[in-house]
């Protein structure tokens, strides 16, 4: 659709959104091959993508932290929140 607007034709647009989405059923064949590897890290990869997950929304969703020239103060304060919260949670069960 962002393609559309900006002037290119349906067949252009349609064609660099199909592309775009190519990585995901390549990354799922690699990682069938590779399930012997992957399976041990799966948390650990996980906990990053949530990390990542929980940084984007933080940095990017919430407008309020990026004014001021100390935006990266806002999302440590929320990330060291939110393990404050998950010690809590785990610690008071």
């Given amino acids: 659709m962002p393609l559309k ?4 034709s349906k ?12 990585v995901e ?3 799922a ?3 069938i091959l590779l399930i012997n590897i992957v ?3 799966l948390p650990y990869l ?3 993508a949530a990390g990542a997950m929980i940084y984007v929304v933080v940095e990017e ?6 004014e001021g ?5 806002g999302v440590i304060g929320v990330t060291i929140g939110f393990i404050v919260m998950m010690v809590l949670d785990i610690v008071l069960g």
Avoid: R
């Fill in 5 to 8: 607007m900006k002037g290119e």
């Fill in 11 to 22: 067949g252009k647009a349609f064609l660099s959104g199909v592309l775009s989405g190519i």
């Fill in 25 to 27: 059923p390549i990354a």
């Fill in 29 to 31: 064949f690699l990682t």
């Fill in 39 to 41: 399976v041990p890290i």
């Fill in 46 to 48: 996980l906990s990053f």
């Fill in 61 to 66: 969703l919430v407008p309020e932290m990026h």
């Fill in 69 to 73: 020239k100390k935006s990266t103060l």
